[in-house]
């Protein structure tokens, strides 16, 4: 059984471009959340999809925007990039409480 | 808003030497509150759910429980593999998302 893919693993972007990254969740889960996470803390939360609606969302600006699509898998993208978003995004996928995380997308913005 | 603080930031302990790792929660209406072991580059792996005060959980070396105001994960004669970084999250009321503490590095020495 496949757990929660994320692609890409790494990603070089410049300041002021655009990025996005994609996740497929674990077999029969229905829900997607992302988290971005920084050296050193702990994982927070950025928004939450379920039946490929925009369910709830943290505090992040809209530059970041996501979608999810018919077979539960998901986007999260991010615009005019800025410095303070290199960081670990991950996703998690669910059916009920407990949340699985992914491996991971590392980004960095030079 | 809720509030997940862990600690000690850092622990080192000799292979053998038993110890806990404290997790204090402030949040309305408690859902969940989780344990996940994060490894360095790599997304934060679940370990336990815990629901209501009183409950405890195992796996292995590993014991968590849970109060009306914290939640302590034992780790019981520890080896170098299980030097990671511990993270505990909590969920409330309608919230879905999880509320993560900063972490506690644990590092077993041989």
């Known amino acids: 059984d496949a757990g929660v893919t994320q692609s890409p693993t790494h990603l070089i972007k410049t300041r002021g471009q655009q990025v996005t990254l994609r996740c497929s969740p674990k077999?029969?889960?229905?829900?997607v959340s992302w988290y971005q996470q920084a050296l050193g803390q702990g994982p927070q939360f950025i928004f939450q999809?379920?039946?490929?609606?925009?369910?709830q969302r943290g505090n992040f600006p809209d530059r970041f925007s996501g979608h999810q699509f018919p077979n539960y898998s998901s986007e999260l993208n991010v615009n005019a990039l800025l410095l303070g978003d290199s960081a670990l995004y991950l996703c998690?996928?669910?059916?009920?409480?407990?949340?699985?995380f992914g491996p991971g997308t590392r980004l960095t913005v030079t | 808003e809720d509030q997940v603080t862990q600690s000690p930031e850092a622990l080192r302990l000799q292979e053998g030497e038993s110890s806990s790792l404290n997790c204090s929660y402030t949040?309305?209406?408690?859902?969940?509150l989780f344990w996940y072991r994060q490894d360095p580059g790599k997304g934060p792996e679940f370990l336990f759910t815990l629901y209501s005060a009183g409950e405890e959980k195992e796996k292995e070396r590993l014991k968590a429980t849970l109060t009306k105001k914290e939640s302590f994960l034992h780790i019981t004669a520890p080896k170098p593999e299980d030097s990671a970084t511990y993270l505990c999250a909590a969920s409330s009321g309608s919230a879905r998302q999880l509320t993560f503490g900063s972490g506690t590095q644990l590092t077993v020495l041989p």
């Open positions: 999809y379920y039946e490929e609606e925009e369910r």
């Open positions: 998690a996928s669910s059916m009920d409480n407990e949340q699985y």
């Open positions: 077999s029969g889960h229905d829900t």
């Open positions: 949040v309305s209406g408690l859902r969940g």
